[in-house]
DNA sequence: CGATATTTGATATGGTCCATAACAATTATC
DNA sequence: GATAATTGTTATGGACCATATCAAATATCG
């Protein structure tokens, strides 16, 4: 920005918000008025927790008859996986605190999608399973990602840059 | 669960589960042993999720001299870009709920980088404006944001990337 | 072996962010 | 001019995240 350019703005600034109503009150029609997101558009975190938080709230939409959370998908996935691991391997994988996990494997449990078994090895530990039910919830909770989630992701980006999309997250998730 | 099927699982769960161990116990260097994340790091949410964590705690690395937010940032973006709005516009703008902007503009004014000020049209409403301190806080946090912050994703993903992703991202939270 | 340190799951607790209800002051509407 | 709607605010509760701490079990080391 040059100076004189600057001192103009200042001086707008400064007679501030009375012009900059009055100047919106005679624009032709004075309903929504959108603020102007400027360099806001273009900044990583801004675009990346919204879109984060857009595809949660259509995560959780489409997975409602199965009430799954992402978080939840993502360890039933995880014990399925990766079976007769501990409590503190699986939340250290998905970035959990141990304590913090304690009640979300309570809720697995209580709804018998995931059993606690006490570790013949070491009996401190409790090694993690999915039960039928919990295979069986998984397999559709999938089954809904796949038609209804990602698929919308396809149709917004196309398969390529999906792909491209996932990669470049992946990096910045791994090397940031 | 019933009974019976419950004693099944947990026969069959320590079976797998004390399987699954030795067998990784035979494996040849037994140190860290990772759990496979398998379609886990194809999810998009999951890797988004992760990515936005990862970006975020960057972000506040960067302003740690500014002790600066991403969302104070953005307020004090918008409220640049848009002097003379009210609280509400600008909360609603950046997806801030009323109550919860209150806080967050009283720390603002409070290390006096905004400003309230009555409006005169209509009195219920407070116009916000930045401070000059705000500013020139706002000046120097833009500097850094470009040097050290976004700077750092264009050596990981490249320019093109870089412009490629933001505009999937935008896509996402605007489409999806 | 036995004393000490470490690990595991768990509890308690506090902080931050997000969401809703309700309120006084002001303005809009009829 | 009575009623409804809006603005900023407070209070409050829930979800998520982080730390300290504990008992039980195991590992370590003298």
């Known amino acids: 920005m040059t100076v004189s350019k600057a001192a103009e703005k200042s001086a707008e ?8 109503a009055r100047a919106r009150k005679d624009a032709p029609d004075d309903a929504g008025e959108a603020l102007q997101l400027g360099e806001l558009s273009e900044q990583l975190g801004y675009v990346l ?3 984060q938080l857009k595809v949660f709230e259509n995560f959780l939409h489409c997975m409602a008859s199965l009430q799954l959370t992402p978080a939840q998908f993502s ?3 995880l ?17 959990i605190l141990r304590p913090n996990f304690v009640a979300m494997l309570d809720n697995l449990e209580s709804r018998d999608l995931c059993a ?6 070491d009996r ?3 090694i993690l399973v999915l039960t039928d ?16 989630h990602e698929a919308r992701l396809n149709e917004l980006l196309g398969g390529a840059n999906r792909e491209a ?12």
């Open 79 to 95: 014990v399925e996986k990766n079976p007769g691991r501990n409590q503190t391997e699986v939340a250290s994988t998905l970035g």
């Open 133 to 148: 039910k919990g295979k069986a919830v998984l397999s559709r909770a999938k089954k809904l990602v796949a038609t209804k």
């Open 13 to 20: 600034a400064t007679a501030k918000g009375a012009e900059a």
């Open 49 to 51: 927790k919204r879109a």
């Open 124 to 126: 401190r530990s409790h």
């Open 165 to 176: 999309l996932i990669a470049m997250l992946s990096k910045i998730a791994n090397e940031f």
């Open 75 to 77: 360890v039933l996935l």
């Open 116 to 121: 606690r078994i006490r570790s013949t090895n």
